[in-house]
């Protein structure tokens, strides 16, 4: 059983460039959230998605992000116009049902965005 | 919004001793969680807590709901030199909110 994909592992952009972080859940999962963890600190909620809807993004910067899952293929997060604050470590986690249901989540391995 | 105090930031012990942290919040929560983090890795789920008062252990590890639902604690028991890596507690209510963490290492 594969867990949660997160790909590419690392990442390199210069500022100005765009972002594009993939996730693909397990297999049976259809809802998919997004954290974002600076160093040394803990996971900050970004956005919380299903296929095709997002369900919320509360916690997503309304500027320049953007988090799509779309009914074939793996959630993606976009950054446009990275700037260095962005460098962080970027991790997907996915469930088999809503998180109202309390389900626990699974994390991916991450993908470490440096901007230079 | 909610926010998860974590305590300790870090512990140096010596293997074979036990540990304790814990989480406190301002707000309750429906569910608390407790995931481990290995550099390079995502959080890795320990013990889940459904219930107020709740006490489960996943081998080494005792983890509590608080009565409360504001609170909960982790034990490691004998730890061993693979329990190094950050502990963070989670709190969730529709989302699921991290604590700061507790950075654990061993002593040789």
């Known amino acids: 059983n594969a867990g949660v994909m997160q790909n590419p592992r690392h990442l390199v952009r210069r500022r100005g460039q765009e972002a594009r972080l993939r996730c693909s859940p397990m297999?049976?999962?259809?809802?998919v959230y997004w954290y974002r963890q600076l160093p040394e600190e803990g996971l900050k909620f970004m956005v919380y998605l299903q296929k095709e809807n997002i369900i919320d993004e509360s916690g997503m910067p309304k500027e320049r992000f953007s988090a799509e899952f779309p009914k074939e293929g793996p959630s993606i997060l976009r950054i446009q116009q990275v700037v260095r604050g962005d460098s962080a470590a970027y991790f997907c986690?996915?469930?088999?049902?809503?998180?109202?249901?309390?389900?626990?989540?699974?994390f991916g391995s991450g993908t470490q965005l440096s901007v230079l | 919004g909610q926010q998860l105090n974590q305590s300790p930031q870090s512990m140096f012990i010596q293997e074979g001793e036990d540990v304790s942290m814990n989480c406190t919040s301002s707000?309750?929560?429906?569910?608390w969680l407790w995931y481990k983090q290995d550099p390079g890795e995502g959080p890795v789920l320990l013990i889940a807590l459904y219930k107020a008062g709740e006490l489960t252990s996943n081998g080494r590890l005792t983890a509590q709901f608080g009565i409360t639902r504001k609170d909960s604690f982790l034990n490691i028991s004998a730890s061993i030199p693979s329990d190094v890596g950050i502990y963070f507690c989670a709190g969730q209510f529709e989302k699921l909110t991290f604590g700061t963490g507790t950075r654990l290492t061993i002593i040789p």
């Open positions: 707000s309750i929560f429906n569910t």
């Open positions: 297999k049976g999962h259809s809802h």
């Open positions: 986690a996915s469930s088999p049902a809503s998180w109202v249901a309390n389900e626990k989540l699974f």
